[in-house]
């Protein structure tokens, strides 16, 4: 995984074709259906920690089961909870908007020999973005484990339904 990536991806070739994994995980997903954490829906499937052991910053890991060169390939993904995804876009999108607003007053501002206060909110909305970039790479660093625990969860599960 990446230092600075705030998603982590991985692949996992698979020697067996694309549809054949599909249905037997699907397989597992039915036999572990009182299982929480695990859902599988088609060609996509997720894995969830338990409440109790959320963290701020918890992940949870999704992947699917694609296909290259006749084989099937699972991409994974880890990414934090769904509420603290969108937040942190929310951020990033207001931030964003803030600082080119921010450039674009701060530049209709010196063109009319007025002062430029416009540029500090472009320059605050930046140290914003790039702070809350570093507590999301803090944050992930934080939940080493628990990526460490789905990833060793979703070998168990692609052990459990026979995918080679």
Do not use: C
Request: aromatic letters at 12%; charged letters at 20%.
């Amino acid at each position: 995984m990446a230092l600075l990536q705030l998603r982590p991806t991985f692949e996992l070739p698979v020697s067996e074709e694309r549809l054949e994994v599909i249905a037997k995980l699907e397989a597992e997903y039915a036999r572990a259906k009182t299982q929480t954490g695990f859902l599988m829906h088609g060609e996509y499937g997720e894995l969830r920690l338990a409440a109790v052991e959320h963290r701020l910053w918890s992940p949870h890991l999704s992947f699917y089961v694609s296909e290259r060169d006749g084989r099937a390939l699972i991409r994974g993904r880890f990414a934090p909870r769904l509420e603290v995804w969108t937040f942190v876009w929310i951020v990033y999108l207001a931030m964003s908007f803030t600082a080119f607003f921010g450039l674009v007053l701060a530049y209709s501002q010196w063109m009319l020999g007025e002062s430029v206060w416009g540029l500090w909110a472009a320059v605050a909305a930046l140290i914003a973005i790039s702070t809350l970039y570093v507590v999301a790479n803090i944050g992930q660093q934080w939940s080493s484990d628990q990526m460490d625990a789905l990833r060793a969860r979703l070998d168990g599960v692609l052990e459990r339904a026979g995918v080679r």
